[in-house]
């Protein structure tokens, strides 16, 4: 069963650095990174396919990477220049297929999720 574990959110004013992690049980096809504002709909951030193929949100484009470690079974996402409307739960979310399948910042792509950690980025 995978199951998916988030830390390093916290607080950080804007401008700032964070980077938030993920350890996963096992390696899925398609990995990647979700964020929920209050009073919003979910939204995809970035994903990694297995390949090293790789997506981002136009928001977070030149600002957010997105990495992940098959040996250590970790996601990361190093955030840079945050703004305030970055604040949010972010969740990392896994595909259910380990060896193969599609990628990319839809739902569609995902099927497992983590319980989310929280971002807060002040003016």
């Known amino acids: 069963q995978v199951q998916l574990a988030e830390s390093g959110g916290g607080s950080v004013q804007a401008g700032g650095s964070l980077r938030i992690s993920c350890v996963y049980t096992?390696?899925?096809?398609?990995m990647g990174w979700f964020r929920q504002a209050p009073g919003k709909e979910r939204e995809g951030v970035a994903a990694?396919?297995?390949?090293?193929?790789?997506y981002y949100d136009d928001s977070v484009k030149g600002r957010f990477t997105i990495t992940r470690d098959n040996i250590k079974n970790t996601l990361n996402l190093q955030m840079n220049s945050l703004k305030p409307e970055g604040t949010a739960t972010y969740y990392c979310?896994?595909?259910?297929?380990?060896?193969?399948?599609?990628?990319?910042?839809?739902?569609?792509?995902?099927?497992?999720w983590g319980q989310g950690t929280q971002v807060t980025v002040s003016s």
């Open positions: 979310a896994a595909s259910l297929g380990a060896n193969s399948g599609s990628c990319g910042l839809g739902d569609i792509f995902f099927s497992i």
């Open positions: 096992y390696s899925r096809y398609c």
């Open positions: 990694i396919g297995s390949y090293g193929s790789l």
